[in-house]
Every structure is written in C-alpha cells, then in structure tokens.
Nanobody, 121 residues
Framework: QVQLVESGGGLAEPGGSLRLSCTAS????????MGWYRQAPGKQRELVAI???????NYRISVKGRFIISRDNAKNAVRLQMNSLKPEDTAVYYC???????????????WGLGTQVTVSS
C-alpha cells in the first residue's frame, strides 16, 4: 500500500557529514509525523529525530546541534542532515511515517527497510 524508500547512507569519517533522504509512495492522502530511527548492533532501536506535519521538530539529546531534520510535503519526503558525525552514530537508520490513505481513513505507521550509516576512520 505504502512504501518508504531511503537513500544517502554510506561511509563517513569522524567529523564528516551525510544526508539521508526518504520518499513515501503508494496510496497517500496525507502524511502526519515523519521521523528517523536507528539501531546499532546489539542495541534497541531508538528515535533520532521526528518532524510533525506542521514542522515541529524533536531530537534525541545526543544529536542536537549536529543533525537537522526537514520535510518536503510536495514530494512526500523527509531528510536528515547529519553533521559532525561520530563513531557512535554508526547504525542502520530507518525512515518512519504516519500515512493516511484516504480522506476518511485512519493513519497507519510505515517503515523503510533501513540504510547503513558507518562512521569510521
């Protein structure tokens, strides 16, 4: 019904930058909150950043001042600009979105398949 496709993952050196993008497609009437989560090996998935439909943003403390989340409603897309990367940022990053498929439908939560981000020298 709805697919979230991510791009931009890869290898970066400490202090470097990467930009992740996620685009939703399929049966979409409107999209509510969109966010990024990450999961490192042996650890639980954690919220990185979230942006509401009206642009309100929230970040986990460890990425504040380094990461910036934004969205483009016309493209059904969300981006995560990651600066001053640290080795502890290494994880699989997942895109998340609340999607309404029709005018009178309910919102449902969807996930991307994840993209690897590795920060290493």
């Amino acid at each position: 019904q709805v697919q979230l496709v991510e791009s931009g993952g890869g290898l970066a050196e400490p202090g470097g930058s990467l930009r992740l993008s996620c685009t939703a497609s399929g049966s979409i009437f409107s999209i509510g909150a969109m966010g990024w989560y990450r999961q490192a090996p042996g650890k639980q998935r954690e919220l990185v950043a979230i942006i509401g439909s009206r642009g309100d943003k929230n970040y986990r403390i460890s990425v504040k001042g380094r990461f910036i989340i934004s969205r483009d409603n016309a493209k059904n897309a969300v981006r995560l600009q990651m600066n001053s990367l640290k080795p502890e940022d290494t994880a699989v990053y997942y895109c998340n979105a609340d999607v309404k498929g029709s005018l009178y439908g309910d919102y449902s939560e969807y996930w991307g398949l994840g993209t690897q981000v590795t920060v290493s020298s």
